[in-house]
Nanobody, 119 residues
Framework: QVQLVESGGGLVQPGGSLKLSCAAS????????LGWYRRAPGKQRELVAA???????NYADSVKGRFTISKDNAKNTGYLQMNSLKSEDTAVYYC?????????????WGQGTQVTVSS
């Protein structure tokens, strides 16, 4: 059974930084692709950033130049470095990963971590 556990959320002032982690556990061979999503109060879930197996990345326009997605294959962990945070970045952040196990590959979601940007 595969689990994704996010961490690193919290309260930060505007202009500050946070680094989110998404750790995969279980009978895992590797994380193939990884995406970070967020859902702000009263809004639909949106894709913030994604990274492919080859390391190609893409970002929502609203976070380009401020957020960086990465993954450490040796640790089966993905990251989202968030800099220059704004109040509009406040949301619950979720990771979604395509994980390859010893019997196949499937997509999994983490439980979410709250990010609050406020002075």
């Amino acid at each position: 059974q595969v689990q994704l556990v996010e961490s690193g959320g919290g309260l930060v002032q505007p202009g500050g930084s946070l680094k989110l982690s998404c750790a995969a556990s279980g009978s895992i061979r590797n994380i193939v692709t990884l995406g970070w999503y967020r859902r702000a109060p009263g809004k639909q879930r949106e894709l913030v950033a994604a990274i492919t197996s080859s390391g190609s990345t893409n970002y929502a326009d609203s976070v380009k130049g401020r957020f960086t997605i990465s993954k450490d294959n040796a640790k089966n962990t993905g990251y989202l470095q968030m800099n220059s945070l704004k109040s509009e970045d406040t949301a619950v952040y979720y990771c979604n990963a395509r994980v390859r196990t010893y019997i196949g590959a499937d997509y999994y979601w983490g439980q979410g971590t709250q990010v609050t940007v406020s002075s």
